[in-house]
C-alpha cells in the first residue's frame, strides 16, 4: 500500500496564531506522528485512530474556548453598555438646568435601555413613614410590594431584587394613587436609591414582567452606577443652588444696612428688587436678564454709603452743593458694583436709574430709548417705592395715588410705555393673590432659575457717565415733586401729599423722592 | 432575517458587534473599509441583499463620509446607514454631511440603544 502521507508540507508548520498554547502544541504532536507513520496498514490505522481521539478532544478545547470567548464578549458589551448610556447622560447634561430634569434625564436614558419594562421613580413624600405597618393581612398587593421594595432599597442604601412571592391580590384602595401604579403582571422588581450625600433624593424602579430575562447582576450593577452618578449629580446642583440662595441672600442683607442708615429708607432696595422683578416678568425678559435686573435693583443705592449722613437724612431744603453730593449716589453704586465682573449685565440700572425720559435726569442726561430698559424699570419701580413710602417730610401715598402720580409722569420722569405695564401689574398684585404667587414663583425661582452659577464677566461695559457736564442748575428748577403733587391732589382732593402743610419743604427734600427729583 | 453590514478597520469592535448582532436574530456581513463595504453591497452572487449599515467614520481606502456619498447615489440609495462618530468628528461631519440621509451614532455608545435604532430603521424601510 503506498504512504498515504499527508502532504503536511503544503501546510505552514505551525497553527494560527490566536490559537491557545496547549492546542499548537497538541497540533504539532499529531502532525510529529502522522510524519513519522509507517508504511503499514496497521500502523497507519493506529495514526487515524489517534487522530480521530485528539480531534474529539480539541473539539471539546475549542467548545470550551468559544464558551469562553462568548462569555467575555458579554461582559464587554454590557461594560460598553453601561459605558455608552454615561456618555449619552454625560452629553445631554448641558442642557439640564433643574435638579427634576437632571431626575428626568436619568428616567429617560433607563427607559431607552429597558424599553419594555416598567420604570418608575419614588420619591420621599411617596414611601411610607418609618413605622409604618405593611399592608392588611392577606395577599399583599403589587402597588403596596413595590412600596415595599423601593422603602428597602432607601433604608438599606442599596440595590435590591424581589420577586413577589405571597399570590397577586387586588390593588388595595387605601394604596391607590400614593406612587407611580405598577402594572399588574409585574414578575420581578429591581430598585435602587439615589442619594445626595445623606440626603435621599429619590428610588428608582425597574420591573419586568413574565416574558423579559431575569435581572442578573450585570443589571444591578449599572442600575447602581446609574443611580449613583445620579446622586452625585443632584448633590452638585443643590450644592450651586445653595451657594446661589447665599449670595443673593447675603446681598440683600448688606444692602439692607445701607438702607438703615436711614430708616424711611428701611427696605427699600428689597422692595425695589421685588416690583423691579416683577415688571421684568411680566415684559418677560429671559432667565439672564431678570437676574440682572433683580442685582442692579438690590444694588442701585449701594454708593448712598459714600453719601453724607448729614445730607442723606437732611429733612429741610438741601443747598446746591448738598443736592449736588446726592447726585453722585448712582456713579458711586456703579463704581462698586463695576468691580463684580458677573454682574457687568447689572451696571447699566445702578449707572442710569436717575435718567429722566425726557432727558432731564442724572448723570448722563440720557433720554427715551436711550437709557438702557434696565434702567427704565429701576426708576419706575423705584419711584413707586418712595411714593409709597414715608419720608420725614410727608406721609406715604397710596398705591393708587403712587399709580396715578406715575400716570402723570409718564413721558417726563418715567417712561409712557412701562407706565401702563406697571400699572396692571401693581393692580393684579394688589388684588390680594398676586402676594401668594409671587412668593411661590419666588421659591420656585430660587431652587431652579437661580441654580446657574453667575455668568461670567464680559468685556465692552460702559466705564462711566458720559463726560457731559452734569445738570448742576437742575436744582434751581422748580421741582417735578411739587407738579406730583398737584397731579395727586387731582387724582385725590384728600392727598396732602406730607405731614404738614409746608409745600416749601416738599420742594426742599426733593432728593430723596428717586427719580422724581429735579 | 435582516442582514446588516459592519465596516470597521478595528477588527475587535467587528467581532464584538458582529456577536451582538447576531444574538438579536441578525445576520452579519463584515468588511474592513468603505471599498469591502462597496464590494460587498454590489455583490451580485449575495443570497440575501443588505438590509441596514454599520459603519465607522475613520477606515482606510474609503471612509465612512464616502461611502456614504457613493451609496446614496448608487443602486442602494435607499439602504439605511449608521455612522459611528467619536467626538472629534461632530463638527466636520455636520458641514460634510449636510443634506445626506445617514443616522450618526456618537461613540462610546450604548449597543442596546444602538439596536433600538436599528431595528427602528428597519422597521422603517420594511414599510417601504
Not at chain 1, 485512530?49 to 478532544?57: C, G, T, V
Not at chain 1, 442723606?312 to 449736588?324: P, S, V, Y
Request: proline share 6%; aromatic share 4%; glycine share 6%.
Amino acid at each position: 500500500m503506498r504512504d498515504a502521507q499527508v502532504h503536511h508540507d503544503d501546510h505552514p508548520d505551525r497553527t494560527s496564531p490566536d490559537a491557545p498554547p496547549g492546542i499548537a502544541a497538541q497540533v504539532q504532536a499529531l502532525r510529529k506522528q502522522i510524519a513519522s507513520a509507517g508504511g503499514s496498514g496497521v500502523a497507519q490505522l493506529a495514526v487515524l485512530q489517534e487522530l480521530d481521539a485528539a480531534l474529539a478532544r480539541l473539539d471539546a478545547e475549542l467548545a470550551l474556548v468559544l464558551t469562553e470567548h462568548q462569555g467575555m464578549a458579554d461582559e464587554l458589551i454590557k461594560t460598553y453598555e453601561q459605558l455608552g448610556i454615561v456618555f449619552e447622560i454625560t452629553r445631554h447634561l448641558s442642557a439640564v438646568r433643574t435638579e427634576a430634569e437632571v431626575l428626568k434625564l436619568f428616567l429617560d436614558s433607563l427607559t431607552a435601555t429597558y424599553h419594555q419594562h416598567w420604570v418608575a421613580l419614588y420619591t420621599p413624600e411617596q414611601l411610607p413613614l418609618p413605622n409604618h405597618a405593611p399592608g392588611s393581612a392577606g395577599a399583599e398587593s403589587v402597588s403596596a410590594w413595590v412600596e415595599r421594595i423601593a422603602d428597602l432599597c432607601r433604608r438599606e442604601h442599596r440595590v435590591v431584587v424581589d420577586e413577589p412571592d405571597t399570590p397577586r391580590g387586588d390593588a388595595s384602595p387605601a394604596r391607590a394613587g400614593r406612587g407611580p401604579a405598577p402594572p399588574a403582571d409585574l414578575q420581578q422588581l429591581m430598585a435602587a436609591p439615589v442619594y445626595s450625600g445623606d440626603v435621599f433624593v429619590a428610588a428608582i424602579l425597574l420591573g419586568r414582567s413574565e416574558s423579559a430575562r431575569t435581572f442578573d447582576s450585570s443589571d444591578m450593577l449599572l442600575l447602581d452606577s446609574l443611580c449613583a452618578f445620579c446622586g452625585d449629580l443632584t448633590r452638585t446642583f443643590r450644592l450651586v443652588t445653595e451657594l446661589d440662595r447665599l449670595s443673593i441672600d447675603m446681598v440683600r442683607a448688606l444692602v439692607g444696612t445701607v438702607d438703615q442708615k436711614d430708616h424711611y429708607t428701611s427696605g427699600h432696595s428689597q422692595r425695589v428688587g421685588h416690583y423691579a422683578r416683577l415688571l421684568g416678568e411680566e415684559l418677560a425678559l429671559d432667565q439672564h436678564a431678570l437676574r440682572m435686573l433683580e442685582w442692579s435693583a438690590l444694588l442701585h443705592d449701594i454708593g448712598k454709603i459714600g453719601i453724607r449722613d448729614d445730607v442723606l437724612k437732611k429733612a429741610g431744603r438741601l443747598t446746591e452743593e448738598e443736592f449736588a453730593h446726592i447726585k453722585e449716589h448712582p456713579v458711586r453704586s456703579f463704581e462698586v458694583v463695576r468691580r463684580i465682573p458677573q454682574l457687568a449685565d447689572a451696571l447699566d440700572g445702578v449707572l442710569h436709574h436717575h435718567e429722566h425720559y425726557d432727558g432731564k435726569g442724572y448723570p448722563s442726561g440720557l433720554a427715551g430709548e436711550q437709557i438702557p430698559l434696565q434702567a427704565r424699570i429701576i426708576q419706575i419701580a423705584d419711584v413707586f417705592d418712595d411714593l409709597t413710602s414715608t419720608r420725614a417730610y410727608r406721609a406715604a401715598f397710596n398705591w393708587q395715588q403712587a399709580l396715578g402720580i406715575l400716570q402723570q409722569e409718564a413721558g417726563t420722569t418715567v417712561d409712557p410705555h412701562l407706565v401702563p405695564i406697571f400699572d396692571r401689574l401693581t393692580r393684579r398684585m394688589r388684588a390680594g393673590d398676586a402676594e401668594a404667587r409671587h412668593e411661590t414663583r419666588r421659591q420656585g425661582d430660587d431652587a431652579n432659575a437661580t441654580a446657574a452659577p453667575l455668568p461670567p464677566a464680559q468685556s465692552g461695559r460702559p466705564t462711566g457717565p458720559a463726560p457731559q457736564a452734569m445738570e448742576a442748575d437742575r436744582v434751581n428748577d422748580p421741582s417735578p415733586r411739587e407738579a406730583m403733587v398737584e397731579a395727586a391732589k387731582a387724582v385725590d382732593p384728600d392727598v396732602t401729599g406730607d405731614g404738614s402743610e409746608d409745600t416749601a419743604r416738599t420742594t426742599g427734600t426733593a432728593r430723596r423722592d428717586n427719580g422724581a427729583d429735579g | 432575517m435582516p442582514r446588516i453590514l459592519i465596516a470597521d478597520d478595528d477588527a475587535h469592535m467587528v467581532r464584538l458587534l458582529s456577536i451582538w448582532f447576531r444574538q438579536h436574530g441578525h445576520d452579519v456581513v463584515e468588511a474592513r473599509n468603505g471599498h469591502q463595504a462597496r464590494q460587498l453591497l454590489e455583490d451580485p452572487n449575495a443570497p440575501e441583499p443588505i438590509d441596514l449599515i454599520v459603519s465607522d467614520i475613520n477606515m482606510p481606502v474609503c471612509d465612512g463620509i464616502a461611502l456614504v456619498k457613493w451609496l446614496r447615489n448608487s443602486a442602494r440609495r435607499h439602504t439605511p446607514i449608521i455612522l459611528l462618530s467619536s467626538r472629534c468628528d461632530q463638527m466636520a461631519l455636520m458641514n460634510q454631511l449636510s443634506g445626506l440621509d445617514v443616522v450618526i451614532q456618537p461613540k462610546p455608545f450604548s449597543p442596546s440603544r444602538l439596536m433600538g435604532r436599528i431595528e427602528h430603521l428597519l422597521g422603517k424601510n420594511a414599510t417601504r
